[in-house]
């Protein structure tokens, strides 16, 4: 059974850091591509970045040069480094197998989530 378990968030001032986590099980997830997407209320789902299976990323522009995705494959763990917060973060983080480079291809992470992370940015 494929388990995906968020972390890590909460709520900052703007400008400021969090580090999520996704604890994975049930799949080999060295050999997975992985994803984060978030959910605002009343928003859709948005894509927030990808990583492959051999660590090439990619990123939103809307948090690109922000936040970092990187994995631990020892640990079945992703991650998710997010400086330089905004408001407009705020949101529900998810993490979910698959990876796509654009927004358009959404559907494609359309899997199994978590119960996701709530991030708050606000002063």
């Known amino acids: 059974e494929v388990q995906l378990v968020e972390s890590g968030g909460g709520m900052v001032q703007p400008g400021g850091s969090l580090r999520l986590s996704c604890a994975a099980s049930?799949?080999?997830?060295?050999?997975?591509?992985m994803s984060w997407v978030r959910q605002a209320p009343g928003k859709e789902l948005e894509w927030v970045s990808s990583?492959?299976?051999?660590?090439?990323?990619y990123s939103a522009d809307s948090v690109k040069g922000r936040f970092t995705i990187s994995r631990d494959n020892a640990k079945n763990t992703l991650y998710l480094q997010m400086n330089s917060l905004k408001i407009e973060d705020t949101a529900v983080y998810y993490c979910?197998?698959?990876?796509?480079?654009?927004?358009?291809?959404?559907?494609?992470?359309?899997?199994?989530r978590g119960q996701g992370t709530q991030v708050t940015v606000s002063s």
């Open positions: 990583i492959s299976a051999i660590r090439t990323t």
């Open positions: 979910t197998r698959g990876l796509i480079t654009n927004q358009g291809r959404i559907a494609a992470l359309s899997g199994a």
């Open positions: 049930g799949f080999t997830f060295s050999l997975t591509d």
